[in-house]
């Protein structure tokens, strides 16, 4: 079963947001064994000693990272745990982004949108196309 790590800056203050983190950490139960780590601090360069130690395959989120489709990020994610790597860790900077020494200690940079997302809120789109690539690998109905 594959480690997924979620590398996150500042806390979920927002109850639906904690709900929607807990639902999707549910369903990717069946899929893999996930860890939520969060970081006090939202200095854009907080992250960096968690993501250079950091076992695996890294995937930094930024604006300017690489945009895939959601059978893209399935055939990424399988080609990773393909290869005998089982774990990935995800990396979400603050407000203020992630530094460009976080950003280059990660295997790819990602992007979802050219938009600006609430980094709370990307957690949970995170989590939502991260249960959809599985269920894309396992060939399950609730990607359409």
């Not at 059978?71 to 203020?96: M, Q, T, Y």
């Amino acid at each position: 079963m594959p480690n997924l790590r979620i590398l996150c800056q500042g806390n979920l203050k927002e109850s639906y947001l904690r709900e929607a983190v807990g639902e999707y950490s549910k369903r990717l139960s069946a899929y893999c064994r996930l860890e939520i780590k969060e970081s006090k601090s939202d200095l854009p360069d907080a992250l960096f000693d968690e993501v250079s130690s950091a076992k695996g395959y890294k995937i930094a989120l930024c604006v300017e990272g690489k945009q895939l489709s959601s059978p893209g990020l399935a055939a990424k994610l399988e080609n990773v745990f393909g290869s005998g790597n089982s774990d990935v860790c995800f990396v979400i900077g603050g407000s203020d982004g992630l530094s460009e020494r976080v950003k280059a200690a990660c295997d790819l940079r990602l992007s979802f949108s050219e938009m600006t997302f609430p980094h709370q809120l990307m957690r949970v789109i995170l989590l939502e196309q991260i249960y959809r690539a599985f269920t894309i690998i396992n060939h399950k109905t609730y990607h359409k």
